[in-house]
């Protein structure tokens, strides 16, 4: 074990964001969650909305064309992942999970599978169960806190009914649906009101919304985070693994089997890549990569895979020449052997 720790200055780095928002039901939390992610990354065709609300994530479509995985019961938290990692492979730069209470109070969902595990496996002792599912929902969360896209959470809240001053019963939200301390994993979380659908920052690692007043989700609040995230220094162990996911996503030949291991992985596909780009990758230089995965993002897996082969027919093409101009020089290195031959025997003659 290495005891060695090394101390440095502490440097604020780019980093995808993991956004939750809670709210009762009508509080508008789909809609504000696709305003987010369209403000952040400015492209719907880049988004991609986990439906486990029967539908109703297709209900805002008008809005642009962003991409829809719908996710049916069992709520367990491996389908979770499994469609987080769909849209990941399918290229996405933001993933809407809506809802994420499903995994924790859904059918099939971790209290659900609690009280199965426990009846079938330690005669109804739950407490054994959480042994088990535990570990099952931890997964879930690092899958968000370690995806390579934006993470965009709805949770619902329950209910209360509270009676105002002017004697009218409104209905609030009290405690969102998911295990205790699930927004802390977050870097911000916003917490939505049924009635005029204003937002509050509840936990905010930014610092740009803690101390702001209720105000509507818009596009331009994901357009401000955006900007507070790429205002920070690229991280280059995140732009490697960036990297290696566009190159998966576009599926060049002699990509496949790419090695988990970012710096592994960026080996074996280094050549490619660069054919693709047409340039050298700055792999020291945070800066100049971060500007090489913007460009490589705007290729589709059809232009890449033409590059590719039209790089590779030059190269065949080019070692074709090398190889006559190479027999060339061998045929006359043999041609002017065989004259001075022939002098040499001419003169033996004479």
Request: proline residues 3%.
């Amino acid at each position: 074990m290495n005891n060695t720790f090394q101390l440095r200055k502490a440097e604020r780095k780019q980093a995808k964001l993991r956004i939750g928002i809670t709210g009762p039901s009508g509080s508008g939390k789909t809609y504000s969650a696709l305003l987010l992610a369209y403000g952040i990354t400015g492209d719907w065709d880049k988004i991609a909305l986990i439906d486990t609300e029967n539908g109703s994530g297709e209900l805002y479509s008008d809005l642009g064309p962003y991409n829809v995985i719908t996710l049916t019961a069992p709520y367990s938290p491996e389908r979770y992942i499994a469609a987080i990692e769909a849209a990941e492979n399918a290229g996405m730069e933001a993933i809407i999970i809506d809802s994420a209470s499903h995994e924790w109070e859904g059918k099939g969902g971790i209290l659900e599978l609690v009280d199965a595990v426990a009846n079938a496996k330690f005669r109804g002792n739950t407490w054994a169960a959480w042994s088990e599912l535990t570990p099952r929902h931890q997964k879930f969360i690092e899958k968000i806190t370690t995806s390579p896209t934006h993470i965009i959470t709805t949770t619902r809240a329950k209910t209360d009914s509270v009676m105002t001053d002017d004697n009218k019963v409104k209905k609030v939200g009290t405690k969102e649906i998911q295990r205790e301390g699930f927004e802390y994993e977050l870097t911000i979380s916003f917490t939505l009101d049924r009635d005029q659908h204003l937002a509050v920052a509840s936990k905010d690692r930014t610092g740009l919304f803690i101390e702001r007043d209720p105000f509507l989700i818009t596009a331009e609040t994901g357009k401000e985070l955006r900007d507070w995230n790429q205002s920070a220094k690229p991280d280059i162990s995140t732009l490697k693994r960036e990297l290696v996911r566009q190159a998966n996503r576009l599926d060049i030949a002699d990509i496949g089997g790419v090695p988990s291991d970012p710096n592994d992985a960026l080996a074996y596909i280094k050549d490619t890549v660069q054919v693709v780009l047409d340039e050298e990758l700055e792999t020291k230089d945070p800066e100049k990569l971060a500007a090489q995965v913007e460009r490589l993002k705007q290729i589709s897996p059809e232009e890449a895979k033409k590059r590719y082969k039209e790089s590779k027919e030059k190269k065949e093409q080019k070692e074709k020449q090398e190889e006559s101009v190479a027999d060339e020089i061998e045929l006359d290195a043999d041609t002017g052997d065989k004259k001075d031959e022939k002098v040499k025997s001419n003169k033996d003659k004479k």
